[in-house]
């Protein structure tokens, strides 16, 4: 049997210290757009196949490049109307392929993070060496392309080797996005420095909303909206744990669309409109939670 790897203390979710959001809001509320860019006929890895079809997969490529061409801006401007800042899960690759759309979210004041190179190549296999220069490529190209040094990871197709937390930390970074254990944020045990898991979501991305559950533009605006008051009301419940964080994935080749993006758009009217959401970067979020903490 495998043991627990022991990443995180386990702390019920009652009886926890309360967090406290600025304001006194009671939920944290950050979106994620993933902006990404994959290759049409990638290195193959032997541990997963990069597209479904042999390569190379022509139809996936495109539907994903819609992202780049029409679906960004779509979405970007929804969220810049109603006051939400994009923390941006970049493959960091986009920064020499299309810096049109880096340089767009650069210029809306949005928070960079790395999603990897491309999100068509694969932790799996990767020696540490590899491992190291991808974070190192992913800290020189961002920083390079936006003035920004990124504070935050979210593994390449969510693919990991068991020595990445550490090294991420090692490199200074603040947060991960991959462990999906909880609705506030928490310290990750890691070799050296410190880490944060901010809650990221797989049950609320657009990409399991559409491509798993099969919902509806309107279902999935439904599902947030439900997501939302959920998580505020127990923020401000006098028994709850304190303020609590729901984070919104998105990439833009799904929400961007034009039959997706009005119900999306009411979701985001609806929150900014509410009063008990704290409307944050990732970044934010992190630094305010470890002000609390002992």
């Known amino acids: ?111 960079f993070f790395s999603h990897g190179i491309y999100n068509t190549r694969y932790s799996y296999g990767m020696d540490e060496a590899q491992e190291r220069a991808i974070i190192e490529d992913s800290i020189a190209t961002v920083e390079r392309a936006t003035g920004q040094r990124i504070r935050g990871w979210l593994a390449p197709a969510l693919t990991h080797t068991p020595r990445t937390l550490d090294l991420i930390a090692e490199y200074g970074l603040d947060y991960t996005c991959d462990l999906y254990h909880d609705d506030q944020p928490t310290d990750v045990k890691v070799a050296s420095g410190q880490l944060t898991a901010i809650p990221y979501s797989l049950e609320v991305n657009d990409h399991y909303g559409f491509f798993i559950y099969n919902m509806s533009p309107r279902d999935y605006a439904d599902t947030l909206i439900r997501q939302f008051e959920r998580l505020a009301s127990e923020g401000e419940a006098a028994d709850g744990p304190g303020g609590t964080v729901m984070c919104i994935p998105l990439h833009s080749y799904l929400i961007g669309q034009p039959h997706r993006i009005g119900p999306f758009e009411e979701v985001l009217r609806h929150i900014a409109a509410d009063g008990r959401a704290w409307i944050a970067t990732a970044g934010e979020i992190v630094d305010a939670w470890r002000e609390q903490q002992g």
Not at 4 to 20: M, S, V
Not at 42 to 54: D, E, F, G, L, V
Not at 73 to 93: I, K, N, Q, Y
Request: net charge positive.
């Open 1 to 111: 049997m495998t043991p627990d790897p022991q990443l995180y203390a386990f702390t019920p979710w009652r009886g926890r210290p309360k967090i406290r959001w600025p304001g006194g809001k009671s939920c944290a509320v950050w979106v994620a757009p993933n902006l990404e860019y994959y290759e049409l006929d990638p290195p193959t890895n032997p541990h997963r196949k990069s597209w479904a079809k042999p390569h190379p997969d022509v139809v996936g490529y495109a539907h994903r490049d819609h992202a780049n061409r029409v679906g960004h801006w779509r979405m970007a401007d929804v969220m810049t109307r109603h006051g939400f800042p994009g923390s941006v899960s970049l493959s960091v690759a986009l920064c020499d392929h299309i810096p049109e759309v880096v340089e767009d979210a650069r210029q809306r004041g949005w928070e």
